[in-house]
């Protein structure tokens, strides 16, 4: 059956275009089409009244374990979660095992992305084996089909090295994306450094740890003129560093995920392994430059460093537990809180999970352009849930936010015309 | 005894979780327990039949034989179990092993381990009562209780009292609990020593941090003396033990400046000469025995109150 699809009566917003109006929109074989003109009889409908219509959301930073790590997630089962939460395509980073480094593994990964829900936008590493001695093959794997480089999970520590791969990835049009931790300072660490590390007796990491690696991409970028992504960014003085930056034309963009932008490390109490994370959640007063950094731009994207984990990993003592949490399916609902809450209007939200994510990868994408691919996000912004263990997609389900209840969620998810998630059945 | 007063925990994992009518109510059992230990029969049948095991994953005779005595004079039936923290590494988790020991049926565990939080993850997973003897840098409430009953038994109360801790605060768990128990007492607790082993934001635990150890020593009622961890020196959190000696060790000169009554203290092991000179510690004010004979009476009295309360 052609992929033909009237979406009536939703508001659509479409920031690249400038529009932000209630209409129909239309899909022809897959397509984005201006007009009904071309649609055939059997076309189907969508009814999105009410709802936000809006180009499909972009997550640039989860991780899918798969090759190896397959008992946590595989490609399949993770686009599906990010099909759920909202996404149409999801960048996955190369800490895989074994690592994303080479031809073969990227061609692995997308082979297995056929089968999924998403558009799987592979990220190689920037250190070949991610050991920060050498430059990973860069070429090989740009044309093998990675729109990245990153050796996310552990920082580069080598400063040269990391000179060096901004220079190089230039050649190959690939974005550099940072883990930025300056390994001495945050070594043994396993929360925030503050008042609950203290009372709860558990190693800290310095905000410090991820803002002086911060300025050395700063500075790297300023001084090769070579664009640099700062990931998931935790801290105030971070967001300052950034913006600084910004301010004096230095080619530097960054995302923070909705656990920074949602949670403090008081979230750490009773030892909640489903908290524990790297960069840790910091301060209110960071949370706070976090929702100020969307406001003004200084932060380019909300990414969710979707990063499942099994129990095996995470009922453990605190210091031995993994770090990281699942963030597909709760992504879009704890970001709309930013627009309930002021921080983001509706177009600032698309700029931020959407536009972005496509323009600082390189992909297409991030538009509601007539001629691209039907990828788009039917949001339904009032709608409410309780978000429970049962109802998680992804395999694992390690989430601070189990049993809150959300406001606002996809109702529909489509894919090049393709039907990867609906709520509730389209007529 | 203070009537109408009912103990509500069923575990003890910190002096955090314990108001000041429970350390008071705590105290007042463990002062009753005590004459027991003098007896020249030294053993009542109040947990007869009940099973106590300690579930030590880090290595301490001092605290593992305090509790042991504590339980035994209490006619318990008592089980030691060592176990490494690196049997997580082979394959067996805290849980799993709290599992299988909880399918036996014990009424308390108590558990030393080296990461904070463990007993607090154990107690959410098995029936018995648990204890904690110490997790990781978190607290030792034992340890800070029995601390407050040799205080209180010489200074005839615990509010009001200027209190000095001074070493590494960072790695010592008693030092959190004493803190704690401290200030919710109503004494102002002074802590001094290096920046490196002085943890952030202590002042959210109540301490007040001294500008310099004689400013924390000066009019103390009680000086108590932090064990410098040999095994934790990984960081470079001190230049060497000869210059910790130099500037931060209590010597003669540095407990006169306390009160001509204070008591000095110690969690021990000592190392003498380095944190505390030997003619301190052994010298009149010194309790540092006295607490290791309270700590049987404090542990007699917990294991009292989380039995009762089961
Ligand atoms: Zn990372």
Redesign the interface.
């Given at each position: 059956m052609a992929n033909d699809w009237r979406i009536r009566n939703g508001r659509i917003i479409d920031p690249v275009n400038g529009i932000d109006r209630v209409g129909d929109l239309f899909v022809r074989d897959g397509v984005l089409v201006e007009s009904p003109r071309d649609l055939p009889d059997s076309t189907r409908e969508v009814d999105a009244s009410g709802c936000w219509v809006v180009p499909g959301l972009i997550d640039m930073h989860v991780h899918l374990r798969e090759p190896g790590e397959e008992y946590k997630e595989d490609i399949v089962s993770g686009t599906r979660a990010a099909a759920a939460g909202g996404f149409t395509a999801v960048a996955c980073m190369p800490n895989t095992r074994p690592v994303n480094d080479c031809r073969s593994v990227t061609a692995l990964i997308l082979e297995r992305a056929r089968e999924g829900f998403a558009r799987v936008y592979p990220v190689g590493t920037i250190s070949r084996q991610s050991g920060g001695e050498t430059l990973a093959d860069f070429g090989e794997m740009r044309d093998a089909g990675v729109v990245a480089v990153s050796d996310d999970g552990l920082p580069v520590w080598n400063s040269q090295l990391m000179r060096r791969a901004l220079e190089y990835a230039g050649d190959f049009g690939l974005a550099v994306i940072s883990h930025s931790e300056e390994p001495s300072l945050s070594r043994h660490g396993v929360m925030n450094e503050g008042k609950v590390a203290t009372r709860l007796g558990l190693r800290g990491i310095p905000t410090a740890a991820e803002s002086i690696m911060v300025y050395r991409e700063i500075a790297l970028a300023e001084y090769t003129g070579r664009p640099v992504h700062i990931a998931h960014v935790s801290a105030a003085m971070s967001v300052d560093l950034i913006r600084r930056a910004k301010e004096r034309g230095v080619p530097v963009t960054a995302e923070t995920t909705p656990h920074y932008f949602t949670l403090t490390e008081e979230a750490v109490e009773g030892y909640n392994t489903n908290a524990k994370m790297n960069p840790p959640l910091r301060t209110e007063e960071d949370r706070q430059s976090i929702c100020a950094g969307l406001a003004d731009g200084t932060l380019d994207a909300i990414a969710t460093d979707h990063a499942p984990h099994s129990r095996l990993e995470k009922e453990v003592e605190f210091d031995l537990a993994a770090n990281g949490i699942i963030g597909l399916e709760t992504s879009l609902p704890l970001s709309l809180a930013l627009v309930r809450d002021g921080v983001l209007d509706p177009v600032g939200l698309v700029q931020c999970m959407s536009v972005r994510p496509a323009a600082i990868l390189g992909v297409p994408g991030g538009s509601l352009s007539p001629g691209e691919p039907a990828d788009i996000t039917v949001i339904d912004p009032e709608l409410s849930f309780d978000y429970t263990e049962d109802m998680v997609v992804s395999k694992s389900s390690n989430s601070p936010f189990l049993d809150w209840r959300l406001q606002g969620r996809a109702v529909l998810t489509m894919v090049g015309g393709r039907v990867t998630f609906e709520l509730r059945a389209t007529d | 005894m203070s009537t109408g007063y009912f103990f509500s925990h069923r575990h003890v994992l910190g002096i955090?979780h314990l108001s000041s009518d429970d350390i008071q109510y705590i105290l007042d059992t463990a002062e009753s327990f005590k004459e027991i230990s003098a007896r020249p029969i030294k053993k009542v049948p109040t947990l007869r039949g009940n099973t106590i095991i300690n579930l030590f994953f880090e290595p301490s005779t001092r605290t593992r034989l305090s509790f042991e005595v504590a339980a035994k004079r209490m006619s318990a039936d008592t089980f030691n179990i060592s176990a490494s923290t690196s049997s997580?590494v082979k394959g067996e988790?805290?849980?799993d092993t709290a599992r299988n020991i909880d399918a036996m049926h014990p009424d308390i565990i108590i558990i030393r381990?080296s990461?904070?939080?463990?007993p607090?993850?154990l107690s959410r997973h098995v029936d018995a009562a648990v204890i904690n003897a110490g997790?990781?840098?978190?607290?030792h409430p034992s340890q800070g209780l029995l601390d407050l009953m040799t205080v209180r038994e010489h200074k005839g109360k615990l509010h009001g009292l200027k209190i000095a801790i001074i070493g590494d605060i960072l790695h010592s768990?008693v030092a959190?609990s004493d803190i704690l128990g401290f200030t919710k007492m109503g004494s102002e607790v002074h802590v001094y020593g290096p920046a490196t082993l002085l943890?952030?934001?202590?002042e959210?635990?109540g301490a007040t941090v001294a500008p310099s150890l004689e400013e924390a020593v000066r009019d103390a009622d009680v000086v108590m003396t932090l064990r410098i961890q040999k095994e934790r020196q990984s960081?470079p959190l001190i230049p060497s033990f000869r210059e910790y000696a130099q500037q931060y060790g209590v010597t003669r000169e540095v407990a006169d400046l306390a009160r001509p009554d204070a008591l000095i203290m110690h969690p021990g092991p000592i190392n003498r000469g380095i944190e505390l000179m030997p003619d301190v510690a052994d010298g009149p004010r010194s309790v540092i025995l006295e607490q290791v004979t309270n700590g049987v009476a404090v542990r007699m009295a917990l294991l009292y109150l989380v039995m009762g309360n089961s």
């Open positions: - | 955090d997580a988790t805290l849980i381990h990461f904070s939080g463990a607090h993850m997790d990781g840098t978190h607290e768990r959190h943890p952030p934001d202590l959210h635990l960081d």
